[in-house]
């Protein structure tokens, strides 16, 4: 099955620094990846949609200057959170489909960010 | 705007018990409709259904699609103390991005 790994799975940072997450898959090339955001006891937030070499689409009220989202390959989309506070503290999940015939999405094991 | 409706939000039941799980879909331009089980992390995929009235089948768990009445379920057979975890549901339109739904919260006694 499809793989998509997620680095690193948790990490804990001060406020004001940035925090970059990562999204590979292992075994297809992803022409895309979402980003996704949950908090506790709630379903998953759509934060914005990646394609291979052009820039994301961002969800309504997802600030992309706080939210930087490159997916330089079919490989690998990263996430990087500027300027943490903490109500940034989340558990970020990203997702990918391989090529365009499937709805599919294969999830990432998810990053909990926790920002002091 | 899209939505996905899940109930029951939250189900308790023992062993060997049979659950249904219901999902209903209001999504423009409907592609496809998935079922994923999530435990401590990220969900892990179940199933997709693209076509009314064809059951997909994986061990205890199935489900099916009906697209006249936006509806899916997904049953779970003879329950395990493992099958507890949150299922979630979520439909897909023309821009391929998943609507979730809020899940349902199965827990299984043993």
């Known amino acids: 099955g499809a793989v998509v790994s997620q680095h690193p799975s948790r990490v804990i940072c001060k406020s004001g620094t940035s925090v970059k997450i990562e999204c590979r898959s292992l075994d297809f090339q992803a022409t895309t990846m979402f980003w996704y955001r949950q908090f506790p006891k709630q379903s998953l937030m759509l934060m914005a949609t990646?394609?291979?070499?052009?820039?994301?689409?961002?969800e309504q009220g997802v600030e992309k200057d706080k939210f930087l989202i490159n997916h330089a390959s079919l490989t690998l989309s990263t996430l990087t959170v500027t300027s943490a506070h903490p109500e940034d503290s989340s558990f970020y999940i990203c997702?990918?489909?391989?090529?365009?015939?499937?709805?599919?999405?294969?999830f990432g094991p998810g990053t909990r960010l926790t920002v002091l | 705007e899209d939505k996905v409706v899940q109930s029951p939000l939250s189900l308790v039941v023992h062993e060997g018990d049979t659950v249904t799980l219901n999902c209903s879909y209001e999504?423009?331009?409907?592609?496809?409709l998935l079922w994923y089980k999530q435990e401590k992390k990220a969900p892990t995929f179940l199933f997709m259904l693209t076509s009314s009235g064809i059951e997909k089948k994986s061990g205890r768990l199935s489900s099916i699609l009906d697209k006249k009445e936006l509806f899916s379920i997904l049953n779970i057979t003879a329950t395990q103390t493992g099958d507890s975890a949150v299922y979630l549901c979520a439909a897909t339109g023309s821009a391929r991005q998943l609507t979730f739904g809020s899940g349902t919260q199965l827990t299984v006694l043993p």
């Open positions: 990646s394609n291979e070499g052009s820039k994301a689409t961002y």
């Open positions: 999504v423009t331009n409907f592609r496809s």
């Open positions: 997702s990918a489909i391989g090529g365009d015939t499937t709805d599919t999405q294969y």
